[in-house]
């Protein structure tokens, strides 16, 4: 198993770095994602989109919540605004550890 070392924590978004396997692993409820360093740089580029911070629906229950969507379609994640604010915040501040890790390593 992996040694992870974390890079940011916000809210339930939990980021981390494992320098063995050079993976990212994000952690958002029952969301696991996988990243290699080049793929969360560009997963993170892909949030970064005027119309992607636009896409706010409104769901059955009543709130309005972001949809990720992913490349299978058939699969989309979803935030309310308070989630997306700490998923993002988590991916901006693992990017930045993730630089300063590269430096002392």
């Not at 981390?16 to 580029?45: D, R, V």
């Amino acid at each position: 198993m992996c040694n992870k070392l974390t890079l940011s924590k916000k809210g339930t978004a939990h980021i981390s770095y494992c320098a063995a396997c050079k993976h990212i692993y994000i952690w958002h409820g029952n969301i696991m994602l996988t990243f290699s360093p080049s793929q969360f740089s560009a997963f993170k580029k892909y949030t970064e989109s005027p119309d992607f911070n636009q896409s706010f629906y409104h769901f059955p229950d009543g709130e309005e919540r972001l949809v990720l969507h992913t490349p299978n379609s058939d699969i989309c994640f979803s935030f309310t605004e308070d989630e997306w604010t700490n998923f993002y915040s988590a991916m901006e501040e693992a990017e930045y550890m993730q630089g300063i890790y590269a430096l002392i390593y």
